[in-house]
Every structure is written in structure tokens, then in C-alpha cells.
């Protein structure tokens, strides 16, 4: 039997996801739980449905097909724990104020879509990179994935927590050219508050890496409030030194992208923190960049 995996988008021409032109396959399923994350849609592995109120006529179609929608003194509600993603109130809803997370595909036919766009990649070294939530969740399937895809020619990133098993990357690493790791934050305690995991794994998991010779391109989210530190940066600046096999450090600027999709999947947001301007970018750029030999990118 094929492997199949849930997808929850595919995006094209993207130019932040690893060298020139990309596209980036998003897979459901994540073991972390980032306070800040800006696709909380992915962190579940299961389809969900997504209702945008702004959207809505009130009609009540959907509740004429599915128990899990009421309107209760005009008021939409719904049961989204109950969900089980069959689409059924998707159809039928005339105002589109309702769709569904999660696709089940064969890594095959992703690797048919990804394929139409070939020339681009050709012109500007790029591929096709695999994201999530934490592609390594859905294994299998992103073992295969990328499998597939180094078959068809095709250049292959993979964006990674850095916090699945490290049997994962020594069985992937073949099939993968360079991995895009997150640093989420300093210090075992802190990352466990805002990921929800220790960083003990993720510490393994780099030095494998690193043992192993693959490339690494190191994604730092930076989210005032939370893990903005000079400590935070000293420690970017150490790892950098340690791991030769760092290619350069991206920043990635905090952003409330993740506060409306999180409403829309009935989930609760709770991170308080301000966007930052571009000279505050800046400031953080140098300052990163006095920490070690680093190559800093505004991704």
C-alpha cells in the first residue's frame, strides 16, 4: 500500500524556506506546543474544520447536515472537539465561512505537483521543502517523501523542531540537503515553558547533525516577552561556533499571524507580545552578529 500523509497546504514560489525558489509542503502534527506558534491549524495531526464569523449569513445550512453546528440567539456555535473533519457543513455553506485543515495524500502525488514548477527551481537552486507543524511527525510518509523526491532530482530541505527521535534524522538525512532548525529558546527550563518540551533532545539532535555532516541553516523566532534575551543571543553565537556545519542563522520576527487562525479552530491564543518594527529587527541583527561568526538573515 502507498503511504499517505495529511497536508494542510502546499505553497508555491516560496523564497524563505531554503535556497531560491520553493515549495513548501506543509504536514500536520506537532509534539511541541509553542506558545507563539503561527500555525496552530498544524499542530494537531487530525483535519480540522475552520470557521471564519465574519464570513457567516447566519443561514444555518450547516447545522441541517451536522449536530456539531448550533445557533443559539443568532449565535454560531460549534463543537470542535467533536469534529471529525468530514466536510459535510463545508459543502453546503454558501458564504465559504467554513473549510477544512488536513488533505490525505500520497507522497507520490505531492511529488507530481511539486514537480510542475521544476524550472524555477532549476534557475534559482532551489526545491522543495518539507514543513509542518514538524514534518518528522508524520515519519513515514516524510521519509518517503523526500525519498521520492531526491529521485526525481528535486533539491530537498526539511524544517525541523529539532525534538523527534534521533533515529528519524540519521534514517532521513540521506534524503534531505539541508535541515532549517529552529532555535525556540535558551535554557531547558524556559524552552519546556514555552514549547512544552525540554531541549535536551534538541541539543542531541543538533550534535547528530552536526556528526553526521548535514547542513543546517538555524531559525531563530524571536518573541519580546518570551525568549528575547542577550543570554538567548550569546547562546545562538556559542551553538554557531560549536556546530561548523551551520550554514547562517535566520531571524524570524514575532508576528500575531497564528491569534485569528488559532480563534477560527475554536483554539484559545494567549501570547501578549508586540510585532517589532524594522529598526528593531536591525538592532537585533547586530547584536546577533557580534556573537560568534555568524551570517545573520531577515527571513
Known amino acids: 500500500m502507498k503511504t499517505t500523509g495529511i497536508v494542510f497546504d502546499i505553497q508555491k514560489f516560496c523564497i524563505n524556506d531554503g535556497p531560491g525558489v520553493r515549495t513548501t509542503v506543509f504536514l500536520k502534527g506537532c509534539q511541541m506546543r509553542c506558545l507563539w506558534c503561527h500555525n496552530p491549524e498544524s499542530m494537531s495531526q487530525r483535519k480540522q474544520l475552520s470557521f471564519n464569523a465574519d464570513k457567516c449569513l447566519n443561514c444555518q445550512a ?60 532549476a534557475k534559482t537552486g532551489g526545491g522543495i521543502t518539507l514543513s509542518g507543524g514538524e514534518a518528522l511527525h508524520q515519519f513515514t510518509f516524510a521519509l518517503e517523501l523526500a525519498h521520492l523526491s531526491k529521485q526525481a532530482g528535486l533539491h530537498v530541505c526539511l524544517e525541523t523542531n529539532g525534538a523527534s527521535k534521533s533515529a528519524h534524522y540519521q534514517q532521513i538525512a540521506p534524503f534531505v540537503d539541508c535541515f532549517l532548525v529552529d532555535y525556540k529558546a535558551t535554557g531547558d527550563k524556559l524552552h519546556k515553558t514555552l514549547t512544552g518540551l525540554s531541549r535536551r533532545l534538541v541539543d542531541e539532535n543538533m550534535a547528530l ?68 518594527d524594522e529598526a528593531t529587527i536591525q538592532l537585533w541583527i547586530t547584536a546577533l552578529s557580534r556573537n560568534g561568526k555568524i551570517k545573520v538573515v531577515h527571513a
Open 62 to 121: 450547516c447545522a441541517q447536515v451536522c449536530a456539531h453546528h448550533r445557533f443559539v440567539d443568532g449565535i454560531h456555535q460549534i463543537d470542535f472537539a467533536a469534529c471529525d473533519g468530514c466536510g459535510k457543513c463545508v459543502e453546503v455553506c454558501p458564504a465559504q465561512a467554513l473549510k477544512i485543515y488536513g488533505e490525505e495524500v500520497t507522497a507520490e502525488q505531492i511529488v507530481q505537483e511539486v514537480l510542475k514548477d521544476k524550472i524555477y527551481f
Open 209 to 276: 547533525l552536526h556528526q553526521l555532516g548535514c547542513p543546517v541553516i538555524l531559525r531563530c523566532p524571536l518573541i519580546p516577552g518570551y525568549n528575547l534575551s542577550l543570554e538567548h543571543f550569546q547562546a545562538i553565537g556559542e551553538m554557531v561556533e560549536r556546530f561548523d556545519n551551520i550554514l547562517h542563522v535566520e531571524i524570524l520576527p514575532y508576528h500575531n499571524f497564528g491569534a485569528r487562525k488559532a480563534r477560527e479552530i475554536g483554539e484559545i491564543y494567549t501570547v501578549d507580545s508586540e510585532m517589532p
